[in-house]
Antibody, heavy 125, light 111 residues
């Protein structure tokens, strides 16, 4: 069955960097786009970034644009989120999520039908 | 900005409850791209409804979705103890700053 496993979270100082990974299995990885969604402690869900199935298009929330980079390695069935210039407000559980379908109208939006268990990123001195 | 949901909704077992999700013409009202997610404490979200009113396979038919104007709704009928969780709506948004928007979240309590 579909499985997404995030890793790479931890404690980092403000201004530091961290790379998250999301290992996928149980489906044809290169056929699907992926999103990163985060959730600050006790707060709601916040969309972070998206990458198209072939990696040619990427979108970011304004709150992370210029600091975070989403990428993928289709040969390794792995999604990444490179985070730099981290701030206290980036503290959250980060989830990777698989799109349910490719939408020809927006070429971006899709319901998220599979999620990883999340990895906690704590930005603190 | 985030879609507006009530902070909490409660009901007794067997009852029906409805959670609203209010947006604008640029998101909920403009597209049939509303989804609903259920999240139990410490767990990842789970897709319950997509494209306003479609149910993924394996999701109980006690869950249903609808939309009118700029407000989408999730109805849970025959409320059960395991339905107690947080629920989030989401929508595509015609926005360059935040094209994928979630709701503020609703805590459902089964009395």
């Amino acid at each position: 069955q579909v499985q997404l496993v995030e890793s790479g979270g931890g404690v980092v100082q403000p201004g530091g960097s961290l790379r998250l990974s999301c290992a996928a299995s149980g489906f044809t990885f290169y056929n699907f786009g992926f999103h990163w969604v985060r959730q600050a402690p006790g707060k709601g869900l916040e969309w972070v970034a998206f990458i198209l199935f072939d990696g040619t298009n990427k979108y970011y929330a304004d709150s992370v644009k210029g600091r975070f980079t989403i990428s993928r390695d289709n040969s390794r069935n792995t999604l990444y989120l490179q985070m730099s210039s981290l701030r206290a407000e980036d503290t959250a559980v980060y989830y990777c999520a698989k799109e349910k379908y490719f939408d020809v109208l927006t070429k971006f939006y899709s319901p998220l039908d599979s999620w990883g268990q999340g990895t906690l990123v704590t930005v603190s001195s | 900005s985030a879609l507006t949901q009530p902070a909490s909704v409660s009901g007794s077992p067997g009852q029906s409850i409805t959670i609203s999700c209010t947006g604008t013409n640029n998101d909920v009202g403009g597209y049939n791209y509303v989804s609903w997610y259920q999240q139990h404490p410490g767990k990842a979200p789970k897709l319950m409804i997509y494209d306003v009113n479609k149910r993924p396979s394996g999701v109980s038919n006690r869950f249903s979705g609808s939309k009118s104007g700029n407000t989408a709704s999730l109805t849970i009928s025959g409320l059960q103890a395991e339905d107690e969780a947080d629920y989030y709506c989401s929508s595509y948004a015609d926005s360059s700053t935040l094209p994928y928007v979630f709701g503020t979240g609703t805590k459902v309590t089964v009395l």
